[in-house]
């Protein structure tokens, strides 16, 4: 079984700026094989998914109760904040690391994989943006103690159309006053802090128009919403947020004015990939219990799994999820090495919702 010591330290210990990277590097090769830390790594989340995630997790997706008591657990070991750098007390994995790491944790229950992977969403802007001042405060108290952030984008009109945004931020003196609602945010009203992405001149175009800003939950004017029930995300914590009149000091501006979309579009770069890693996950969860079923019902007096019909679909779902997670393993490296990785990051996505269709085929 699983121990759960106060810190995650035994692998953390030998974990370096070397054994950290990715896939070998050697000239004229491509090798898809993990190194030792990596492996222990995805080793360590696969138990814990399955020994303390999977047993749990119709519970939470039944009652919508939030796995608190479990996000804990994946914090003293380590498993989340994975992204923040070792100089504000995190283990600073690569994109390519963490999506071992995502994969396992969204085979035990996607709704607490998205729950613990919000904190990787909000946390990517201060990686991008953030100067040491911002990032030893808000980061480093995320490696404190188990709390949870939340990013602040999408809106009801807009969805995820950051062109589209309406929120706006003031300058007020030597303040800002943000005003406008956001919508379907995770870990909305859990977040000790937010990410919140506003519209700073409402007469340039995106790439100038908006300005990220670090915002305490705490703070006056916030109004939490009704949680969501989401398929599938039930044990996640998704709600609107309404700021009104609500004051953040100017040294809670993130990077520059005007810098907000360059600084959210390089957040999702870290993120999608994960994003994709978690479908990863579920379609290997769907595969391994479509298989078990295909064994244990029987027409015409043998298993289904023995018609070549269902055997196509589960080889088509086989396929299907090697060729994604290839594509998440490619677009993580990419960014590791400093490559612009949207493109992959996209067709992991993609593929994983053409494959979707087969997860509900066999009856």
């Not at 004229?28 to 696969?46: C, D, H, K, P």
């Not at 956001?182 to 506003?198: D, P, R």
Request: charged letters at 20%; hydrophobic letters at 40%.
């Amino acid at each position: 079984m699983i121990k759960f010591p106060r810190r995650f330290c035994s692998v953390i210990g030998r974990y370096n700026s070397i054994a950290v990277r990715s896939f070998a590097t050697t000239t004229g090769s491509i090798n898809f094989s993990l190194n030792e830390v990596q492996r222990e790594f995805r080793e360590l989340a696969r138990n814990f998914s399955r020994e303390v995630i999977a047993p749990n997790a119709a519970h939470h997706d039944k009652t919508g109760e939030y796995p608190t008591e479990i996000i804990k657990k994946a914090w003293e070991l380590g498993l989340v904040n994975t992204h923040i750098p070792q100089e504000y007390g995190g283990v600073g994995l690569g994109v390519l690391d963490a999506s071992l790491v995502t994969e396992e944790i969204a085979w035990g229950c996607t709704g607490i994989q998205t729950a613990i992977e919000a904190n990787g969403l909000a946390e990517a802007p201060l990686i991008v943006a953030g100067n040491k001042e911002q990032n030893k405060k808000y980061l480093g108290r995320m490696t404190e103690e188990p709390l949870m952030a939340a990013y602040c984008v999408t809106e009801p009109g807009a969805g995820s159309d950051v062109a589209g945004l309406s929120t706006r931020a003031e300058k007020k003196g030597d303040k800002w006053v943000i005003n406008g609602q956001k919508m379907w945010i995770t870990n909305g009203g859990k977040a000790n802090w937010y990410f919140v992405l506003a519209r700073t001149d409402p007469n340039a175009r995106p790439g100038s128009a908006f300005t990220g800003f670090i915002v305490d939950a705490d703070t006056p004017g916030i109004t939490i919403g009704r949680k969501e029930i989401n398929m599938g995300q039930r044990a996640s914590d998704t709600r609107g947020i309404s700021f009104e009149n609500v004051v953040v000091p100017e040294e809670n501006l993130l990077g520059v004015v005007g810098k907000g979309f360059k600084i959210a579009m390089s957040a999702f770069d870290i993120t999608r990939p994960l994003i994709a890693a978690a479908a990863v996950g579920l379609a290997r969860r769907a595969l391994e219990e479509a298989t078990k079923y295909s064994l244990e019902r029987r027409t015409m007096g043998k298993p289904i799994f023995e018609h070549q019909s269902i055997a196509f679909i589960l080889a088509d779902m086989a396929i299907g999820i090697e060729s994604a997670r290839n594509t998440v393993w490619k677009a993580g490296w990419m960014h590791d090495q400093g490559e612009k990785n949207s493109f992959y990051a996209s067709i992991a996505k993609a593929v994983m919702f053409f494959i979707s269709d087969f997860f509900i085929s066999i009856k």
